[in-house]
């Protein structure tokens, strides 16, 4: 249990900082950020406000200005790139966590069909196979086991989400948001129906992506618009 609490914050951490050096080698570089271009478009309209009948003043200020516009567009266009960058891994997480969910359902069956009893616990290689698949899915997303008297063991994701049940496992989907197409939102299917689970899901790389989005991209988005 703590090798997974410790596994699922570190590749938490690990995925956030992928995704916001990319952001921050954007924005922050002193050459090649906003506030370089900025300085120099303001700079090009000062000259021109203290000649304005300078023709070569004018000049400059128009081609600061169709250089700020082009790096506007320049840092709309990345700033699209990362956000599919960060859908896509939500895409491929999501997709490994549901085979993991499947494979620790199968196992729970296997080990129901062993017959366990207390003088006939689970069999141990079963067991193995449950944690190494139980290891992997706390490096994606945090997952809470519960140990059922019948061998076999529920899962849940995030802040209580449930995965697996005994047999049956859930699955995770990524989809538009619905406010915003640029956030993608995750949600649920399982036997209640379909249901967005985003702001629950915590810890492990699904974590790291949605914080990134939800901490980094979006506001980064909102203050270049």
């Known amino acids: ?22 952001l921050d080698n954007l924005l922050a570089d002193e050459q090649t950020g906003l506030n370089f271009t900025l300085q120099s478009f303001v700079n090009a309209v000062q000259d021109v406000a203290d000649d304005p009948s300078s023709a070569s003043a004018r000049q400059v200020l128009l081609s600061e200005a169709r250089s700020l516009a082009s790096r506007f567009d320049s840092f ?8 599919a960058e960060s859908a896509a891994r939500l895409t ?36 193995d196979q ?25 899962v849940f ?16 989907s990524v989809g538009p948001g619905t406010f915003d197409p640029t956030q993608p939102q995750v949600y649920l299917q399982g ?16 974590g790291g992506a949605l914080d990134f989005n939800r901490e980094m991209l979006a506001p980064a988005r909102a203050e270049l618009g």
């Open 157 to 172: 994701i995030g802040t209580g989400q449930t995965l697996v049940l005994g047999t049956t496992a859930a699955t995770l």
């Open 76 to 83: 709309d266009q990345r700033l699209n790139e990362i956000g």
């Open 130 to 154: 449950r944690d190494r698949l139980l290891e992997r899915l706390s490096e994606l997303v945090k997952a809470d086991v519960a140990q059922l008297a019948d061998g076999t063991a529920s």
């Open 191 to 206: 036997p209640s129906g379909n249901t967005n689970v985003t702001s629950f899901l915590t810890g492990g790389e699904l």
């Open 1 to 22: 249990e703590q090798l997974r609490a410790a596994s699922t914050g570190f590749h938490r951490t690990e995925a956030f900082v992928q995704f916001a050096e990319a």
């Open 92 to 127: 491929t997480t999501t997709t490994e966590i549901n085979a993991l969910g499947a494979g620790i359902a199968e196992i729970n069956r296997q080990i129901i069909d062993a017959g366990v009893s207390p003088n006939r616990p689970p069999p141990s290689d079963l067991l």
